[in-house]
């Protein structure tokens, strides 16, 4: 069983599009993450989530929308893509805000064209 | 930028030998974690030591934090080339909400 995993795992589109990538945890964590790494493999938190809030947003562009419909899944959409868009962007979970390791997803690796 | 700096950013060690990798960080944290990334896979955590812990161990790996010096080092005993994968910090600032990665160490370990 797959503990967080994320879809789709590869993703090519042109500039201008939108697109989504879903992500659902089967741990009963309360808190899910959005993690951006790109090509020097730096690991940069864009969002998280704790019981479907947003508690952090670092900003990002507002064409990054994360949405939360409930505590196990935390979905990212972007809107009017761009090639500095392009990196890895990987689904997180963890039990708690603080204090408590953190459980990633395989990554979707986005290539805007 | 609050984010870690590893160090060595690379290396190579044969099958048997010890890797040590450094990590350095600039404020007061709650907890420091290590993770591994195999090429092309997510992140996979290894070990999670709190700011009043001065050494754990895990199998072959082993973690010291100082946080006078404010850094931490993980040591990986005994090398195996399944042990080749990109090894990341990561600290739980005080009073933030949020695990900030380091910039990573790539270990080749060669049969």
């Known amino acids: 069983d797959t503990a967080v995993s994320q879809t789709p795992k590869y993703l090519v589109t042109q500039m201008g599009n939108d697109k989504s990538i879903k992500c659902e945890q089967n741990?009963?964590?309360?808190?899910m993450y959005w993690y951006k790494q790109d090509s020097k493999k730096f690991l940069k938190i864009m969002f998280s989530y704790n019981n479907k809030e947003l508690i952090i947003n670092e900003t990002v562009p507002n064409r990054f929308s994360p949405k939360s419909p409930d505590k196990a899944h935390l979905n990212l959409h972007i809107n009017s893509l761009e090639l500095g868009d392009s990196a890895v962007y990987f689904c997180?979970?963890?039990?708690?805000?603080?204090?408590?390791?953190?459980?990633f997803g395989q990554g979707t690796r986005l290539t805007v064209v | 930028s609050q984010q870690g700096e590893e160090d060595p950013q690379a290396l190579s060690i044969q099958e048997g030998e010890n890797a040590t990798m450094n990590c350095s960080y600039k404020?007061?944290?709650?907890?420091l974690q290590w993770y591994r990334q195999n090429s092309g896979r997510g992140l996979v955590h290894l070990i999670l030591?709190?700011?009043?812990?001065r050494e754990k161990h895990s199998g072959r790996l082993r973690v010291t934090l100082d946080t006078s010096k404010k850094s931490s080092s993980l040591l990986i005993t005994a090398s195996r080339a399944a042990d080749t994968a990109s090894y990341f910090c990561?600290?739980?600032?005080?009073?933030?909400?949020?695990?900030?990665f380091g910039t990573g160490t790539r270990l080749q370990v060669f049969p």
């Open positions: 030591i709190r700011s009043n812990e």
């Open positions: 404020t007061s944290i709650n907890n």
């Open positions: 997180a979970s963890s039990p708690a805000l603080q204090n408590t390791e953190a459980f």
């Open positions: 741990l009963g964590h309360d808190t």
């Open positions: 990561a600290t739980d600032f005080y009073g933030t909400d949020k695990l900030i």
